[in-house]
Nanobody
């Protein structure tokens, strides 16, 4: 029953930064792992980053490691994705996913129960 709402997407020049937020409607969100995935036109959905319920355990795709940072503020029922040094290849619709009840971050999209509607990120060259 968790409802996720992404925000923070937009248009940015290469090398710039954006911060995405994923806000959940219930505190159950805080008991599960949360991930970010993205899908570019004509491509399959790919893993971006994930964070465990405690916020101390994170995973990143190789393509974004060192540039993106995932974090969570459980008091806000919110997970953030800080994206720095953006590249045109980062252009995609970004989706927040939650409900991986292991409590540990997972790269596998089928492990997540709930998904947001997505937010568009466009990075110009």
């Amino acid at each position: 029953q968790d409802r996720l709402v992404e925000s923070g997407g937009g248009f940015v020049q290469a090398g710039g930064s954006l911060m995405l937020a994923c806000a959940a409607s219930t505190r159950t969100f805080n008991s599960t792992s949360t991930g970010w995935f993205r899908q570019a036109p004509g491509k399959e959905r790919e893993f971006v980053a994930a964070i465990g319920r405690s916020g101390s355990d994170t995973k990143y795709a190789v393509s974004v490691e060192g540039r993106f940072t995932i974090s969570r503020v459980n008091a806000e029922n919110t997970v953030y994705l800080q994206m720095n040094s953006l590249k045109p290849e980062d252009t995609a619709v970004y989706y927040c996913a939650s409900g991986a009840y292991s409590g540990y971050p997972t790269r596998v999209w089928t492990h997540y129960m709930y998904w947001g509607q997505g937010t568009q990120v466009t990075v110009s060259s």
